[in-house]
């Protein structure tokens, strides 16, 4: 079975520029997750969605973080205008059946990304 | 809010000695579900642990850990450390069947020598 896969690997920005990230889910499952892991830190859900639909997106900045998965398989995540403080790798993971309590995420290998 | 706290930074042992990675957590939540995820170098995060019902310990890959409510932990114990244990270990949190957000802990780095 393929793992979540993730590209760029990496990116590195000037301030103002726009990145997406792309992610590809393992088959079969429903939902799909998006955090952002500053350096030294834990990764921080932004985002997570089951199939299509947005679930909670309560922590992505909205004013320039956008998330979208239209046929509830691959994922985008996109920064419009990025700032130093995105610094961060950007990790996606997926998960069968979120509600049930103990769901494993399988995280892909993550984005690495730098502004400038 | 909810929030995981672990030993702080590096931890490094001496192959053959106890591995013990503290982990405690803060929710309002009566009924959480505990979990250690392990990230070695080049690989992506994985999951190496789960919780059970309270004061029952689980079991994975010689790595233990027992949920104690009473004292909000969930510490990853092993008898003996290995070189290859050397990697990065999460301590998460999820509060409920509501939501399917892992709240992490910062991270500790294990580091096992000859």
């Known amino acids: 079975e393929a793992g979540v896969t993730q590209s760029p690997r990496y990116a590195v920005l000037q301030e103002g520029q726009a990145v997406s990230f792309w992610c590809d889910p393992i088959?079969?499952?429903?939902?799909l997750y998006w955090y952002q892991q500053p350096r030294d830190q834990g990764p921080q859900l932004l985002v997570y969605?089951?199939?299509?639909?947005?679930?909670?997106n309560s922590q992505l900045p909205s004013d320039r973080f956008s998330a979208v998965r239209p046929k509830g398989t691959n994922s985008t995540l996109k920064i419009q205008s990025a700032k130093q403080g995105d610094t961060a790798t950007y990790l996606c993971?997926?998960?069968?059946?979120?509600?049930?309590?103990?769901?494993?995420?399988?995280f892909g290998p993550g984005t690495r990304l730098t502004v400038l | 809010g909810d929030s995981v706290t672990q030993t702080e930074g590096l931890v490094t042992l001496t192959e053959g000695l106890p591995v013990m990675l503290n982990c405690t957590y803060q929710?309002?939540?009566?009924?959480?579900?505990l979990f250690w995820y392990v990230h070695y170098l080049n690989e992506s995060p994985r999951l190496l642990l789960k919780?059970?019902?309270?004061?029952k310990r689980t079991e994975h890959q010689g790595f233990h850990a027992t949920l104690h409510k009473s004292s909000s932990s969930f510490h990853l114990q092993k008898s003996s450390a290995q070189l290859s244990d050397s990697a990065l270990y999460y301590c998460?949190?999820?509060?409920?069947?509501?939501?399917?957000?892992?709240?992490f802990g910062h991270g500790t780095i294990l580091r096992v020598h000859p």
């Open positions: 993971a997926s998960s069968r059946d979120w509600g049930a309590n103990y769901a494993e995420q399988f």
């Open positions: 088959s079969g499952h429903d939902t």
């Open positions: 969605f089951r199939d299509e639909a947005v679930i909670d």
């Open positions: 929710t309002i939540y009566s009924n959480p579900f």
């Open positions: 919780s059970s019902t309270d004061n």
């Open positions: 998460a949190l999820r509060t409920g069947a509501n939501t399917g957000k892992l709240t």
